[in-house]
């Protein structure tokens, strides 16, 4: 069973910094592609960025020059640097992970319990 967690959020300053981790374990195919969602209170989810397993990383123009994301396959881990962060990315961080088997061709996607981020002062 695929699982992901989520971990680093906290309170932090506006200005400050935060680095997200999302750990995906317990698959027995590849890990595609990781995005990154958000979800405030009374608003819609928002994709805040996506890392393809080669790397290459996308960002949603609210985020883009402040968060950074990174990517260790070896351990199916992927980092959100997010600086200079703002009282309006206040939200529930959640990750998801495209679980893809190339033998049949089908991707599965499972997602962590999130983990909130607050910026206040």
């Known amino acids: 069973q695929v699982q992901v967690v989520e971990s680093g959020g906290g309170l932090v300053q506006p200005g400050g910094s935060l680095r997200l981790s999302c750990v995906v374990s317990g698959s027995l195919h590849v890990i595609n592609d990781i995005t990154w969602y958000r979800q405030a209170p009374g608003k819609q989810r928002e994709l805040v960025a996506i890392?393809?397993?080669?790397?290459?990383?996308n960002y949603a123009d609210s985020v883009q020059g402040r968060f950074t994301l990174s990517r260790d396959n070896a351990k199916n881990t992927v980092y959100l640097q997010m600086n200079s962060l703002k009282p309006e990315d206040t939200a529930i961080y959640y990750c998801?992970?495209?679980?893809?088997?190339?033998?049949?061709?089908?991707?599965?996607?499972?997602r962590g319990q999130g983990t909130q981020v607050t910026v206040s002062s």
């Open positions: 890392i393809t397993r080669g790397g290459s990383a």
């Open positions: 998801n992970a495209r679980d893809y088997d190339y033998t049949r061709r089908v991707g599965s996607d499972y």
